[in-house]
């Protein structure tokens, strides 16, 4: 059943972690930023790019961790964090 029905139970955990970061990327658009997901590790430590008006951003840090880490171990408890990579 959960083949067709949609819940995600054959997804990779790297699709899961994409769709969630796609899911907040029109939000950082909405300010002038952009995330790129980048990697996940064998430690499930999740690697994005901050890009546009989020790159030097001074609140980047905290979006990042109260905003983005947050949300993606809500929806994928797999994750343990999420570092921006330069």
Known sequence: MCENCGCGQNKTLKDRVSEVIDGIRPM?????GDIEFVDIDKDNVVKVRLQGACKGCPSAAM???IGVERLLKQRVPEVKEVIAMK
């Open 28 to 32: 950082l658009q909405n300010d002038g």
């Open 63 to 65: 979006t990042l961790k």
